[in-house]
């Protein structure tokens, strides 16, 4: 209740930013339809809201969810949520988290916290793991161009860990090529 109080009012605050034209260069934060529990995130600069996970595995609430104690739509947009959390943490190759990602590292993190272990690498997501069409994308969906990869949030962007001096940031989903699903 508590959480849900406090996200309210930072909606508040955010709404009225973007009213007197302070819009962000990212996307707004956004609430998954259905997610009982898990309220939505926000990109700015703030944590998503969603169970205590520790960055290591996943936490008391999400045992089972790869047994189909959630749903796959939920699932991506857990994993969504974790990856946004990781705004802003620093580049570093080979970097799984959780003080620094490379690409595929933010997204193996994030899919693993919601219960679902992909493949490391980058090129072995996009072997792996099932095609989706670019005009389909749900949260959680991984954007794949040649040698990297980031995860779909909604509205259009996509998080990711672009590089060596460059933390990890938004990025229009119109940079990449194909989409997949790990679910």
């Not at 709404?15 to 990109?43: D, F, I, K, L």
């Not at 005009?135 to 040698?147: F, N, S, T, V, Y």
């Not at 509205?155 to 933390?167: D, E, L, M, Q, T």
Request: aromatic residues 12%.
């Amino acid at each position: 209740m508590r959480a849900s109080l406090v996200l309210a009012c930072v909606s508040v605050v955010l709404v009225g930013c973007e009213q007197r034209g302070y819009a962000p260069a990212y996307p707004a934060p956004g609430v998954y339809p259905g997610y009982v529990g898990y309220p939505g995130a926000s990109p700015y600069g703030q944590a998503p809201v969603y169970p205590s996970w520790n960055g290591s595995s996943p936490g008391p609430e999400t045992k089972g969810y790869g047994n189909g104690g959630m749903s796959p739509s939920h699932r991506g947009a857990y994993a969504a949520q974790v990856a946004m959390s990781f705004h802003g943490r620093p580049y570093c190759w080979g970097g799984a988290g959780p003080e620094c990602f490379d690409c595929s590292g933010l997204t193996y993190t994030s899919w693993r916290a919601a219960g679902r272990t992909i493949p490391r690498t980058s090129e072995l997501q996009r072997e792996k793991l099932a095609p989706v069409p670019m005009h389909a994308l749900e949260p959680g969906d991984i954007l794949w161009r040649p040698g990297h990869v980031g995860l779909y949030v909604g509205n259009g962007w996509v998080i990711h860990a672009p590089g060596a001096g460059k933390p990890v940031q938004y990025q229009a989903a119109a940079k990449f090529v194909e989409a997949l699903r790990p679910r």
